[in-house]
């Protein structure tokens, strides 16, 4: 566990930073062919439907009912077979064994999932989730070791494995099978295992390839329930979880993960476990109408903070347990958990900032290393600093050989492609295009970071780096009706629930007037709005441009999501603006 003293004060005072500027990207207007082909839709539903890719009735009327199956055959995963009747040998021959995970919300739900699953099957099956300041992330030797110590039979991996050549042969030397579930990157040589369960690995025929580390772990069960059925167990059981893993761990909201997660938010909805209902209740979730969004922003980020700060092992036992009073107390301890992240995060990447501009106000890559850096919050705050910069991030713990570094990058800039050309320097990596990890030899550091600034540099120096906002529609909000805005709000619900590839729609007004603004929450972060638009009056918020308060003109263009805001219990239109710019 990190020291308490380094979670209480801020290193520096937060930094004033005002954002990029945004570039606003209007979707052109659907054409003539495909608005004919969505006739049964509204015509704004029929826009939104057009910008996300659908130009056909059958393909968007299976898109909003939901009838794109999930239950797409799991053995077409390379390697379900194997893994399949693997585990069915243990399961009857009663072998021990052990689910080994990861130690964010993706892992920790896959975890959980495959712990409980195998409990209804009558097996006792071992949780090792490793921990992030001892041990780091995915399998590692002394992990193995100790397994092998305590006399497991079979491990399975959950969100990690991918990439541990290493620590699957030894494994297999201490005669362990090994199971590997894993939806990252792999690497260019196999572990040795019984199976490696992974869609993005070479000769994989699954469809869905961006399933999370949690829809792998329902997959197998899936398969396994598939091939050998048992009374009173559904994988289904089980979706609840799939969905808060999926959302917590970013996968694009398309497909089969967006069918998921549909599907596990009516469980949440109906029939939520103990564990989830009690961090909804210190997270101020009405769980009876919970959506995705409740669950990045509330549900995920508690479930995070117990391996960041802690052990994830808390964040397990609190989706495991049948106790009320247990999972009270883990619940309460998970949101202090997450109190205290914010409060790191902020010290972190306000710190790291300074440093990295007073040295270089053009940097195109963002690097900063500390023993004060804490590992848990080093990702939370590489994250920071690449929405408010608009720059590839690297945040990292300086131990006293190694460094261990977390990275958040931009569309333009492949973080682990960029981290696959400096192999030679790294003890090991891995990651998505959008994120990754690494540790490096302190003596390698310097090297390292020379290398991946002229990387940068050579990707993105003729680059203007500007944010970029996808806007679906422009409302001329002065000529809104208001007795079509229960319309409007049909036509949005209706892509529900919306992520990451599943975007929930935005939209842009200009000219609209400010008849009253103030900056609310803590510190003025942010910016409550009263607007006109001809005889129409909207209340608005926006979250993070406090700034606007003392400079705001009387006139503005706004980029928002239209939302129902519930106080007190009244519900009333609400713009949620997410940019704001001074009208021509």
């Known amino acids: ?62 898109f909003l009912e939901g009838s794109v199956s999930f239950t797409t055959d799991p053995f077409l995963l390379l390697g379900m077979e194997a893994a399949v009747s693997r585990l069915r040998t243990a399961v009857v021959e009663a072998e021990n064994i052990a689910v080994y995970g990861d130690y964010d919300a993706d892992g ?9 699953f195998l409990s209804a099957l009558g097996v006792e099956a071992r949780a090792y989730i490793p921990n992030r300041y001892n041990e780091g992330y995915g399998l590692n030797e002394e992990a193995v070791q100790q397994l092998a110590d305590e006399g497991i039979h079979l491990i399975i991996t959950v969100d990690c494995g991918v990439r541990a050549v290493k620590e699957a042969a030894l494994a297999a030397a201490q005669g362990m099978d090994l199971i590997i579930c894993d939806h990252h990157q792999p690497g260019l040589t196999r572990p040795s295992a019984v199976a490696v369960i992974d869609p993005k690995q070479r000769g994989d025929s699954y469809p869905e390839k961006d399933l999370a580390g949690v829809g792998l772990a329902y997959k197998l069960v899936q398969a396994y329930l598939t091939a050998h059925p048992q009374a009173g ?100 301890e998970l949101d202090s958990f997450n109190k205290d ?51 590839p991030s690297i945040v990292a713990h300086e131990g006293e050989a190694h460094t261990i570094a977390s990275c958040r990058s931009i569309p333009e800039f492949h973080i682990t492609s960029a981290l696959d050309a400096c192999t030679d320097l790294l003890v090991r ?118 700034y606007w308060a003392e400079e705001l003109p009387d006139q503005i263009d706004i980029a928002y999501r239209f939302e129902v805001n519930v106080y007190n219990g009244r519900s009333n239109l609400q713009l949620n603006i997410k940019d704001i710019q001074a009208s021509a």
């Open 233 to 332: 167990v559904n994988p289904d059981d089980w979706l609840d979880l799939v969905a808060i893993g999926t959302v917590a761990d970013l996968a694009p909201l398309r497909g089969e993960n967006r069918m998921l997660v549909r599907a596990g938010l009516e469980k949440i909805r109906h029939k939520p476990r103990q564990g989830t209902y009690s961090l909804a209740q210190v997270a101020g979730i009405d769980l009876a109408k919970c959506t995705a969004v409740n669950i990045g922003f509330g549900l995920g980020p508690r479930l995070n903070a117990a391996g960041r700060l802690d052990s994830a092992l808390k964040a397990l036992s609190l989706l495991i347990t049948q106790d009320i009073a247990v999972a009270g107390n883990l619940a309460q």
């Open 341 to 391: 992240r914010q409060l790191m995060t902020q010290a972190i990447r306000d710190e790291v900032a300074a440093r990295v501009l007073a040295e270089d106000p053009d940097a195109l890559l963002f690097f900063a290393s500390d023993p004060n850096f804490s590992e848990g919050v080093v990702g939370l705050a590489a994250s920071r600093l690449t929405e408010a910069y608009y720059r």
């Open 429 to 546: 990596h891995g990651g998505h295009a959008a994120a990754a990890g690494f540790t490096v030899r302190n003596e390698d550091k310097e090297a390292l970071v020379a290398r991946l600034r002229a990387i940068a540099q050579d990707q993105l120096g003729e680059l203007e780096l500007l944010p970029t906002l996808d806007i679906d529609r422009e409302i001329l909000l002065e000529k809104l009706d208001p007795r079509y805005i229960p319309g409007i709000l049909e036509s949005i619900n209706l892509l529900e629930p919306t992520g990451v590839g599943n975007p929930a729609p935005l939209f842009a007004s200009k000219n609209v007037a400010v008849r009253y603004s103030r900056a609310v929450g803590r510190e003025g972060a942010h910016l409550k709005l009263d607007l006109k638009a001809g005889k129409n009056i909207f209340d608005g918020i926006a979250f993070r441009l406090g």
């Open 108 to 116: 920790v739900t896959a975890t959980a999932l495959l712990v409980d």
């Open 1 to 62: 566990m990190v020291p308490s003293d380094d979670r209480k004060e801020p290193m520096i005072a937060t930094i004033n930073h005002r954002p990029l500027p945004k570039r606003w990207r209007i979707h052109h207007r659907i054409p003539r062919d495909a608005d004919r082909a969505l006739n049964d839709f509204s015509p704004l539903l029929r826009q939104l439907l057009y910008n996300r890719g659908f130009t056909d009735g059958e393909t968007a009327t299976r």
